[in-house]
């Protein structure tokens, strides 16, 4: 198939992008790099079956063959990410995800739309199904990226109801794993990148607060299983580990794993509706895609590591790459 990849220069987007060109399929990858970074797709440059567009598709798209496929993965998701870019943050989940439901349903392709956890806000039901409707400001500090999410789903599904488009959505829960930006601003890298320079590893508050790891392989096939499982069309899927832990957890098990002799401080807590529990309902992916996590957290960890110190000892060459 001819599959269209957005926000394939992402960290979740160039394992996508790795893992349909495995598959044998011809890929699309468009990124505008305001977050993306072009070392993550590097080795895929000269495959003849790859193709790289830098497009923001805020902007009418160029033009593109016939695809099968459409995966919307691109907007900045980590907290410094859209809150440096809170207006293309909303117009990339807002005017990009219609130009994308129009290719779609154009192309009769099938459609995959990528929210976030971030929709249930700070959650009042615990842990999270699909049929939660959310605890979310719409005026907050991190309600350009909540919200726009949220519009999102909602554009994707007037497009199903009243267009016939094949079109999915699922909310992505932390995901973590190679090809993640160091200065990304997420537990994972802040932690791991502290560690490495034994830094002090920084836990806003008393590190009681809740978090549910999933390795980025699994995550990515939860979004093929999506896109591909039938009668999947109009539906919401979480996607994410339901092993939950605690932010000092995480904090002590990196701090072990990579033998650091980082003290860990605590800082004041987080501002700005920083979610306290979060933790998937993964029933209904367990149920209809056959899907859930496999990758234990210390191999998935270990691997990560291994990636952020390759990363850290040529940080100077690879931020001039982005």
């Not at 005026?139 to 094949?166: H, I």
């Amino acid at each position: 198939m001819r599959i269209l990849v957005a926000g394939g220069a992402g960290f979740i987007g160039s394992h996508l992008c790795e893992r349909l060109i495995a598959d044998g399929h011809h890929v699309i990858c468009v990124d505008n790099f305001i977050t993306g970074r072009r070392s993550n797709v590097a080795p895929l440059l000269g495959h003849p079956r790859f193709e790289l567009v830098q497009h923001d598709i805020i902007e009418p798209l160029p033009a593109l063959p016939p695809v099968d496929e459409v995966y919307h993965l691109a907007s900045p998701a980590s907290p410094p990410g859209y809150q440096r870019h809170p207006i293309e943050t909303l117009r990339v989940n807002s005017e990009g995800t219609l130009r994308l439901l129009y290719l779609a349903t154009d192309s009769c392709a099938r459609f995959l739309y990528a929210s976030t956890s971030e929709a249930y806000g700070d959650p009042l039901e615990h842990p999270q199904r699909e049929d939660y409707r959310g605890n979310v400001s719409s005026t907050g500090p991190r309600s350009m990226y909540d919200e726009a999410k949220r519009y999102g789903e909602a554009l994707t599904m007037a497009f199903v109801r009243s267009r016939g488009t094949n079109a999915r959505i699922v909310r992505i829960f932390n995901t973590y794993g190679p090809n993640s930006d160091p200065g990304d601003g997420r537990l994972v890298p802040n932690f791991i990148t502290q560690a490495l320079r034994n830094e002090p590893l920084t836990v806003y508050g008393d590190g009681s607060q809740t978090r549910s790891l999933c390795f980025v392989s699994d995550l990515v096939e939860g979004l093929v299983r999506t896109m591909r499982a039938p009668h999947t069309t109009g539906q919401v899927f979480n996607l994410g580990n339901p092993e939950e832990h605690t932010v000092l957890e995480f904090a002590e098990r990196i701090r072990a794993l990579t033998g650091s002799r980082s003290p860990i401080v605590f800082t004041e807590p987080a501002v700005g509706d920083d979610p306290q529990r979060r933790r998937p309902d993964i029933t209904r992916a367990r149920r209809v895609l056959g899907w859930e996590p496999l990758v234990p957290l210390e191999a998935g960890l270990q691997s990560t590591i291994a990636y952020f110190r390759r990363e850290l000892a040529l940080e100077p060459a690879a931020s001039e790459a982005r």
